[in-house]
């Protein structure tokens, strides 16, 4: 809150200068003296709502203005997805610029069809073991290995073994959509 509260000075200032008024000028308006605007301003007077009212006023702002807005709650708080088998935890923000799901892979006997969409997809396995089918290559991708790939490129992914695999998966705007919205087959 200390923080705040040592904006209210240069915000004030900000929306004064915005106006293109002097100290004099907005004192005059607010029924302050120039000096006592001055020392807002600068910090060296304590804000109080009987002196930040008739400034805000004048200004046709309000005292929240004044505050500096509270940080969005960086907790991302979005449903876990199941389909085909698979759990997808988003870990970003629906309108994040970066669409990042911990996907679990069930154990599968074999590999599910081959996908081929625009985008490009980045993985890193968490735990577990994953079959990476990426167009002739078939890779097993062990816990701390990480995957890059044009998703134009056929592909498709499931565990290797017994047990899950835990991934990491990044997207870009289209992989996003087609591995985390597409319809249930």
Do not use: C
């Amino acid at each position: 809150m200390t923080d705040q509260i040592e904006q209210v000075g240069p915000r004030l200032r900000a929306a004064r200068r915005s106006q293109g008024w002097t100290l004099d000028e907005l004192a005059s308006r607010a029924g302050l003296s120039a000096s006592t605007l001055s020392r807002l301003e600068s910090g060296k007077r304590q804000a109080s709502l009987e002196l930040l009212v008739p400034l805000t006023r004048q200004l046709g702002i309000r005292i929240d203005d004044l505050l500096a807005p509270r940080p969005a709650d960086p907790r991302v708080r979005r449903p876990v997805v199941r389909r085909r088998g698979l759990e997808i935890a988003p870990l970003a923000r629906e309108n994040s610029p970066v669409h990042t799901y911990r996907i679990t892979y069930p154990p599968a006997t074999e590999l599910p069809p081959l996908q081929v969409h625009g985008g490009r997809e980045w993985l890193y396995v968490l735990t577990g073991r994953l079959r990476l089918r990426v167009g002739d290559q078939d890779l097993t991708l062990r816990r701390g290995e990480a995957a890059e790939f044009d998703t134009r490129t056929p592909h498709a992914m499931s565990a290797a073994g017994s047990r899950p695999a835990q991934v990491i998966s990044i997207f870009d705007e289209t992989g996003a959509r087609i591995h985390t919205h597409s319809p249930t087959p």
